[in-house]
T-cell receptor, first 110, second 114 residues
């Protein structure tokens, strides 16, 4: 089976940098995705890592270490609008579903 | 950017009633999904649909649930006899289906079973 672990909550101040970690246990692995979800909204895709290393997209970066079954999402220059839940996710290699972690709630304070 | 659309945004029903949740996936996508999310909890997979048939379903997706693609654009989720515990936000999603697939989610239908 597949399982993902991520912290339930993180708090940071505006302008700071925050890292949201995710560890996974999977029977096979394509890559690790990250989604953002604002309250009352739909999950929206942020990034995908198939290979080890850092992928940067503007203020957001995502890192993967396949040997450690670990990844993180890095958010820089935090803004109030970044307050949301962030989910790591993996595609089930034996099937058709994407499995989500329980989500990390990020609170950005002024 | 193309988007997945869902209707209605809110649905209130009595326990035991049937509901149909509707979705229009992105037109060139091949894989369609229903997920649900109970308030404050994780996004849970219900079912995937490809080539006009269910490709995978979760243990949540029991005989009370069914999906259909009645025409070339709509994708529906039917709950035959709703229970209180079916109250949740239901998201439709679609993708091109490549291994690094990006799921595109609709804005969801909030189902409240009374």
């Amino acid at each position: 089976g597949q399982s993902l672990e991520q912290p339930s909550e993180v708090t940071a101040v505006e302008g700071a940098i925050v890292q949201i970690n995710c560890t996974y246990q999977t029977s096979g692995f394509y890559g690790l995705s990250w989604y953002q979800q604002h309250d009352g909204g739909a999950p929206t895709f942020l990034s995908y890592n198939a290979l080890d290393g850092l992928e940067e997209t503007g203020r957001f970066s995502s890192f993967l270490s396949r040997s450690d079954s670990y990844g993180y999402l890095l958010l820089q220059e935090l803004q109030m609008k970044d307050s949301a839940s962030y989910f790591c996710a993996v595609r089930d290699p034996g099937g058709f579903k994407t499995i989500f972690g329980a989500g990390t709630r990020l609170f950005v304070k002024a | 950017e193309p988007e997945v659309t869902q209707t209605p945004s809110h649905q209130v029903t009595q326990m035991g009633q049937e509901v149909i949740l509707r979705c229009v996936p992105i037109s060139n996508h091949l894989y369609f999904y229903w997920y649900r999310q109970i308030l404050g909890q994780k996004v849970e997979f219900l079912v995937s649909f490809y080539n006009n048939e269910i490709s995978e379903k979760s243990e949540i997706f029991d005989d009370q649930f069914s999906v259909e693609r009645p025409d070339g654009s709509n994708f529906t989720l039917k709950i035959r006899s709703t229970k209180l515990e079916d109250s949740a936000m239901y998201f439709c999603a679609s993708s091109t289906g490549t291994p690094n697939e990006k799921l595109f989610f609709g804005s969801g239908t909030q189902l409240s079973v009374l």
